[in-house]
């Protein structure tokens, strides 16, 4: 797994004078299930030296995750899917009958379609591809801790088929106009609110307008949140 500019992210954690960890008010608590051990390595050291981030467990694979995290309850667990021994996709379906409010965000590589398909029926929330940059990645995190549903264009563009497929027709109520969808399918892409401005020659003001109006149709709260569901309804055929 790459994770250019690590040294970024890199800051002392704050010690009291009995040289114990400080807990930060407001901190989002991570845990991890990783079975290789540089990347295990490389992901804790980038996401407990990120202000605002706290790793609280790291386990190299999912039968340890399961005996440990109902103690710890972290806020998000980055789970990779291909584990040895019990798969990512059944741990996620166990952790999330135990701990129902947990947040669970799902690492993969680019080619596993059908894995990232059972982890959604799972309950897994948002869904990476293993070479994210980490200022992505913990945008993502963040995005999953305050309820969204982070989601790679990669993975993005191999889901809609299958949910294009299996989709029932929207309700009328959250059909999307023509604009509407030009912008989201935008947003599919990976595109941001400049560059989806600019491609459909509009003000990123008027983009934001359309992507209220879109939120209000779908009844969702981000931008991953609104592209997931229009592919699940078959909206961005």
């Known amino acids: 797994m790459r994770l250019p500019g690590l040294g970024?992210?890199?800051?002392?954690?704050?010690?009291?004078?009995q040289g114990t960890e400080i807990?930060?008010?407001g901190e989002i608590r991570v845990a991890l299930v990783e079975d290789v051990h540089s990347t295990r390595e490389a992901l804790s050291t980038l996401?407990?030296?990120?202000?605002?981030y706290r790793m609280v467990g790291a386990y190299e694979s999912m039968e340890a995750a399961l005996a440990a995290l109902p103690k710890i309850r972290p806020d998000v667990l980055l789970s990779d899917i291909g584990?040895?021994?019990?798969?990512g996709v059944e741990g996620v379906r166990l952790l999330k009958e135990r701990l129902?409010?947990?947040?669970?965000?799902?690492?993969?590589?680019?080619?596993?379609?059908?894995h990232v398909f059972e982890a959604i029926c799972a309950g897994a929330c948002g869904?990476?591809?293993k070479d994210t940059p980490p200022a992505r990645l913990l945008a993502a995190i963040r995005e999953l801790h305050q309820g969204g549903a982070p989601l790679s264009p990669e993975i993005a563009r191999r889901v809609v088929d299958v949910f294009q497929k299996t989709a029932p027709p929207p309700e009328p109520d959250q059909r999307l106009s023509r604009r509407e969808t030009e912008v989201l399918r935008l947003?599919?892409?990976?595109?941001?609110?400049?560059?989806?401005?600019?491609?459909?020659?509009?003000?990123?003001?008027?983009?934001?307008?359309?992507?209220?109006?879109?939120?209000?149709?779908?009844?969702?709260?981000?931008?991953?949140e609104a592209v997931l569901k229009a592919f699940r309804r078959g909206m961005l055929s």
Do not use: C, N, W
């Open 100 to 114: 129902p409010e947990l947040q669970i965000l799902m690492l993969t590589v680019y080619d596993d379609r059908g």
């Open 23 to 25: 807990a930060t008010l």
């Open 187 to 224: 947003f599919a892409d990976g595109h941001s609110y400049k560059t989806a401005a600019d491609a459909l020659s509009l003000s990123t003001d008027t983009v934001r307008f359309h992507i209220r109006k879109i939120y209000d149709k779908l009844h969702v709260h981000s931008k991953s």
């Open 8 to 17: 970024r992210f890199a800051y002392k954690v704050p010690m009291s004078s």
């Open 127 to 129: 869904y990476l591809i």
């Open 47 to 52: 996401i407990d030296g990120a202000p605002g």
């Open 83 to 87: 584990l040895p021994g019990m798969s």
